[in-house]
């Protein structure tokens, strides 16, 4: 059973920074699927918000964190991370960190596409 483990979520003021981490507890898992992270907010679909492919550490963005979201491995740690700078209201949602994301592959994430294995989520708020 493959647990992706999150934390760093909270509630920042607009123009602020959150970082937030994703641990996986299986290495298979960490050095052989597409990582990223994928945020829901209230009455709106999946969105694509980054995603890292193991081994070459290619990364992809989504339009609207360009520029400002950064995401990072440490593969000492299993871990990815998400930095999120100038942090905007509509960046409020639950963020969940995901692994087997296709986005690696297609260059693009498609929110009707299965995910491999989600994290618990974290809430993101900014005011």
């Known amino acids: 059973h493959v647990q992706l483990v999150e934390s760093g979520g909270g509630s920042v003021q607009a123009g602020g920074s959150l970082t937030l981490n994703c641990t996986a507890s299986?290495?298979?898992?960490?050095?052989?699927?597409?990582m990223g992270w994928v945020r829901q907010a209230p009455g709106k679909e999946r969105e694509g918000v980054a995603a890292i492919s193991p081994g070459t550490g290619r990364r992809w963005y989504g339009d609207s964190v360009k520029g400002r979201f950064t995401i990072s491995r440490d593969d000492n740690q299993r871990t990815i991370y998400l930095q999120m700078n100038s942090l905007e209201p509509e960046d409020t949602a639950i963020y969940y960190c995901a692994a087997g994301l296709r986005w690696c592959r297609s260059g693009y994430f498609d929110p009707h596409v299965r995910v491999g294995h989600w994290g618990q989520g974290t809430q993101v708020t900014v005011s």
């Open positions: 299986s290495k298979s898992t960490y050095s052989t699927m597409c």
